[in-house]
């Protein structure tokens, strides 16, 4: 019997301080993650300066905290791996040094891995059939790409958004309507009070590419929906829905649109109906195109439950099989770093103390 191989495994891209010691890739041994989100949430977004801080003071105890919780103590691990990239400068800069830090105190290799291929391999946790090649739509609040899958450590992508990215299209509705940030998971939750066909708000499409997205006409449509529904009242339109914090008073029934009897929950539901259909037509073309009939989502809008129930009806009508992770592994987490961080080392990556953060990183470079 081969050797089980265990991974130290650390993600600190964003705003969650996580790390997870992994065995063989697929089976998580802990999975610690310290959120941020509270903290951001006064600024109503991210703050890279406080990321950092926060990444600081919050590493070295994670980090124990996952090893705890495996019961492994440094002798036991096979490698440690970090996210180098993409994501920010500062924030990135601290897992990459603490897991530097390891590699060359503990003697082990070290394995850089792409924050996007970490949120592919999330799927193959809990889905111990699911093997490459396959097709998978990456929605995060910073990408959304159509993404070939050809083996563990290949990839191919086949649409990617001109502009805003999935999440960032909630986060901003979120923030236009009083919900304040994290803006999709309270989008998601609003949009079940509301009538996903309210209001008719454009799908975007971007001429000859097929499979690229475009959410800036729609989120500008969304914003002049609300300003002409508070300018019909009265109101100034441009300030009133503007919360970074959220309005203490949100009421999903309020109306906005009295004359039409239209809710802020009909509201987040059209918007919400609009970004999903996008989503899901895309991907099935794609997959009927290339000829796949295994389907992955990943990443945080991957747990948005419309996102869920579409991909799913459209799946089984075309005779597809869907995954997706658990919501804790779509949104930000060590273990997913681990299980890609496992199929990289077994093909050989290795990367050298000179590892450095990437913000940039593309999927597939190689970094060294
Ligand atoms: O993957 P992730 O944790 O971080 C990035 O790599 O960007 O994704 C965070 C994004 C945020 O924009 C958040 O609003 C969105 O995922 N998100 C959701 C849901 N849960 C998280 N969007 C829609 N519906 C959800 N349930
Ligand atoms: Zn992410």
New binding site residues.
Partial sequence: MEKDVLILSIES??D?TAASVTKNGREPLSNIIYSQIDLHTLYGGVVPEIASRKHIEKINRVVQAALDEASVGLKDLDAVAVTYGP?LVGALLVGVAEAKAISYAAGLPLVGVH?IEG?IAANYVEHKDLEPPFLCLV?????THLVIVRDYDKFEIIGRTHDD????A??KI?RAVGLGY????K??KCAKEGRPDAVTFPRGHVAGSPYDFSFSGLKSAVLNYLNSCRMKQGLDGSTVYSSKTGREDFDPHELIDPEEGITVADVTASFQAAVVDVLVSHTIEAAKEYGFDKVAMA???A???A?RAGMKEACEKNGMKLYYPS?VL???NAVMIGCAAYYEYMSGTRHGLDLNAMPNLKLGERGF
């Fill in positions: 891209s964003c969650e994501g924050h949120h929605v995060s609040g910073g990408h990215a999935a999440g960032e909630f986060d979120a994290p803006g999709g998971p989008v998601d990443g945080g809008v747990s948005n439950s996102l919501p779509c949104t930000d």
